[in-house]
């Protein structure tokens, strides 16, 4: 069994930064990248960042700039760096193992963005 957890999350106003984490661990299994994506009240879950095995990147536009995905691959560990957070950034955010087989999903971690 496969474990994703995120932690990190929380309230910053406007302008501000907050960096999350995505741990996986469990069974063994074989990933090949880790994702984040984020779902707003009201909207559907929409894709945020991704990297590689080999530290390929992609990003959303809207995100392109001030987020930073980045990954420990010993500790089976993605983060996330925020930066020049917007209200409209405010959402659950998932991380997402891929692996060979199966995907993987975590429960998610609120952040807010609000004055």
């Known amino acids: 069994q496969v474990q994703v957890v995120e932690s990190g999350g929380g309230l910053v106003q406007p302008g501000g930064s907050l960096r999350l984490s995505c741990a996986a661990s469990g069974s063994r299994f074989s990933a090949y990248a880790m994702g984040w994506y984020r779902q707003a009240p009201g909207k559907e879950r929409e894709f945020v960042a991704r990297?590689?095995?080999?530290?390929?990147?992609n990003y959303a536009d809207s995100v392109k700039g001030r987020f930073t995905i980045s990954r420990d691959s010993a500790k089976n560990t993605a983060y996330l760096q925020m930066t020049s957070l917007k209200p409209e950034d405010t959402a659950v955010y998932y991380c997402?193992?891929?692996?060979?087989?199966?995907?993987?999903w975590g429960q998610g971690t609120q952040v807010t963005v609000s004055s």
């Open positions: 990297i590689t095995n080999s530290g390929s990147t």
């Open positions: 997402k193992l891929l692996t060979f087989g199966d995907n993987y």
